[in-house]
């Protein structure tokens, strides 16, 4: 039985007079056990996604299934055994960290005491503040008591909206090693979430664009799948290196990438022709190197 | 934009053609013991007037009963031998009851009854030569020192619960779906039922406090006294509170946000409870339209109950009916708002 199963999912919400296809036929497997990653940017329909498998939504066509139950046959039944985080912090922001806690045992008919041992390690981390409003934390210590509240009824699956969106880098990366221990305990993990370095961190992801599908693989499936050999430019003059290269007839592809351009050519590229038509150009400093292909370039190029 | 723009121009027109102070067409009864000349020229002064709707030939016992009902304001008593005792002694009296639960309402009956009364002995000047005198004699019915807080008292209390009650807990659902909490709460194995009880309970136990605090504060500050059973009061009372927490929890499962819910708990509840209830405007003095939309109003049979059962002391008979409808409405928002609930988030 496969932790989370969807076949052809379509949503489409009516916004005024005009229709917005959120999902587009959307189809995949999550293996139980599997710490899955639905990677996409904003608006590319992860959130909808989620709440359609979490039984909030209702999909207009296709149908999926939660630990092997129906998502509107037996919302009931999915309702009970599977940890929901949303994107935006939804507890209560006037009850304290305790509070909260025991409120949604209370609300799964569980004790804190009975499933301690799971969100223990996450727990410590808040505990010193466990008699502070939940409004009051910060965005880190939000996100660990809502994964603690999510996760106190010990669900067979977890869903994560988003959880680092918003949080600080160092947050980031603890947030995750908690993931990958929970992982450890049994527990299949969704997460959505817009960074691309996040999706390494996967067993194996999802790009998700525009509501359809791109890829689903591991993250070294999706890289390997990037055949082209990929350049990193630098110059003094980045915005212009970036209209220059788009000029060029042998340059495929070509996106700022942080500190640098990275390029694809069509043909086997001559570096110091190139090195020379740039500085005829008036660029000076270059810096290029041949680099690994990551996540964010295979997305970009299958973006096109 | 309907309510921005509506409501001044169907609160104008209300106030202005439905609503008034004025008595027209109250219904008064006529015990007339001696039935002679005098008496009827009388009756038939009373009759002409546009402003009673006369009941004659009541027999006493049927008077006690229909003060006590409500269907009538104010009685007007002929002694026995009216005619002889103005002929002999040259002065009669004739006794005027009236229903002072609601003072204003009494005062206006018993002086419009009075001036007909004075008037209608010039009719009787062939009949006798002056001077010649009709006394009448008023009598307030269950509030003789013609106290306003025996009216106010219940309409108050059927305000405050209606805003304690209503209003919060209108906005109570609402709340959880604004902040997100509701879509959390909805993937967990809590059924609709749960959820709308859980709400309710808290405004309960605060209404409860409410009651308790108007009812002390009436007898103890303001001398208005419970003359019906307090158990009984008290049960009738959280009664309203149940189907005025139903009303609010259903306003919270149709409304979008918590704004829209103030609006439709403010206009929708607030007023009608103050111009529909009784309280400050007579319901028999309104148009027909308009006293059929008072039968939907909560607040109306709440009222005429803690009228009836704290200031005339009356029991569970005189008014099971409107217990019955409070009842009614209560398991129709109760059951209505279980079903409006949305288990999903569209």
């Not at chain 1, 190197?289 to 190029?301: L, V």
């Not at chain 2, 004699?137 to 807080?149: A, I, V, W």
């Not at chain 2, 909560?298 to 008014?319: H, R």
Request: proline share 4%; hydrophobic share 45%.
């Amino acid at each position: 039985m496969k932790a989370v199963s969807a076949n052809s999912i379509k949503k489409i919400f009516n916004v005024e007079k005009s229709t917005v296809t959120a999902l587009q036929g959307l189809s995949f497997d999550v293996e139980q056990g599997e710490l899955f990653g639905v990677i996409g940017p904003d608006g590319a329909g992860k959130t909808t996604l989620f709440r359609i498998l979490t039984t909030l939504m209702l999909a207009q066509e296709g149908s999926a299934q939660v630990d092997g139950f129906d998502v509107v046959k037996d919302f009931k039944e999915i309702r009970k055994r599977i940890g929901y985080m949303p994107g935006r912090f939804s507890l209560y922001q006037d009850l304290t960290v305790e509070e909260n806690l025991s409120f949604f045992a209370t609300l799964f008919n569980t004790s804190i005491s009975a499933n301690y041992d799971l969100v223990k390690d996450i727990y410590e981390h808040i505990e010193p503040f466990k008699y502070r409003r939940a409004g009051a934390l910060s965005g880190g210590m939000k996100q660990k008591l809502a994964l603690c509240c999510a996760l106190i009824h010990r669900p067979t699956v977890l869903f994560l909206d988003e959880p680092t969106t918003g949080v600080d880098a160092v947050s980031r990366q603890e947030f995750w090693e908690l993931l990958k221990n929970l992982q450890k305990q049994g527990i299949t993990i969704l997460v959505s979430t817009p960074y691309m370095d996040e999706a390494s961190l996967c067993n194996r992801v999802a790009l998700l664009q525009e509501g359809k599908l791109l890829d689903i693989d591991s993250p070294e499936g999706i890289i390997k799948k990037f055949k082209k050999p990929l350049w990193a430019i630098r110059s003094t003059k980045m915005f212009r290196l970036l209209q220059d290269l788009k000029k060029m007839d042998n340059v495929e592809s070509c996106f700022p990438f942080g500190q640098e351009h990275h390029v694809t050519f069509k043909e086997v590229l001559n570096i110091s022709s190139l090195e020379k038509e740039l500085t005829a150009l008036g660029h000076r400093d270059l810096k290029m190197n041949q680099i690994q292909a990551t996540i964010e370039d295979s997305f970009m190029e299958l973006m096109k | 934009m309907f309510i921005l723009f509506g409501m001044p121009i169907v609160q104008i027109l209300i106030f202005g053609f439905a609503l008034t102070n004025e008595v027209k067409d109250s219904r008064i009864a006529i015990l007339d013991e001696s039935k002679d000349e005098a008496s009827e020229a009388i009756i038939h002064r009373l009759e002409s007037s546009l402003y009673f709707d006369i009941e004659k030939n009541i027999t006493q016992p049927q008077l006690v009963d229909a003060f006590r009902e409500g269907t009538i304001k104010l009685a007007v008593v002929f002694p026995q031998k009216f005619s002889e005792q103005l002929e002999h002694t040259n002065a009669a009296s004739i006794q005027l009851i009236a229903d002072a639960t609601d003072p204003n309402v009494a005062t206006t009956l018993v002086n419009y009854a009075s001036a007909i009364i004075y008037d209608s002995q010039n009719d009787l000047k062939g009949f006798k030569e002056l001077p010649f005198k009709i006394n009448t004699e008023m009598r307030m019915l269950y509030n003789p020192q013609m106290k306003g807080s025996y009216n106010f008292v219940p309409g108050v209390m059927a305000m405050v619960l209606m805003l304690v009650c209503a209003m919060m807990t209108s906005i109570s659902i609402v709340k959880e779906k604004e902040m997100g909490t509701m879509e959390i709460i909805l993937v967990s194995p809590i059924v609709p039922m749960r959820v709308i009880i859980a709400k309710m309970v808290p405004y309960f136990i605060l209404s409860a406090v409410n009651i308790a605090s108007i009812l002390l504060l009436s007898v103890f500050v303001l001398d208005v006294p419970i003359h019906g059973s307090l158990l009984f009061l008290i049960s009738e009372c959280l009664l309203f509170t149940l189907t005025v927490l139903a009303l609010g929890l259903f306003i919270s499962t149709i409304s979008g946000s918590q704004q829209v819910a103030m609006l439709i708990s403010l206009m929708g509840l607030f007023l009608p409870t103050i111009m529909f209830s009784g309280f400050m405007f007579p319901i028999e003095n309104m148009p027909v339209p308009l006293q059929v939309i008072s039968n939907v109003v909560p607040a109306k049979w709440f009222y005429y109950i803690v009228k009836n059962v704290m200031i005339k002391g009356l029991g569970f008979q005189f008014v099971w009916k409107e217990t019955l409808v409070l009842s009614g409405m209560m398991l129709f928002l109760m059951a209505v708002s279980i079903k409006k609930f949305k288990v999903r988030l569209e």
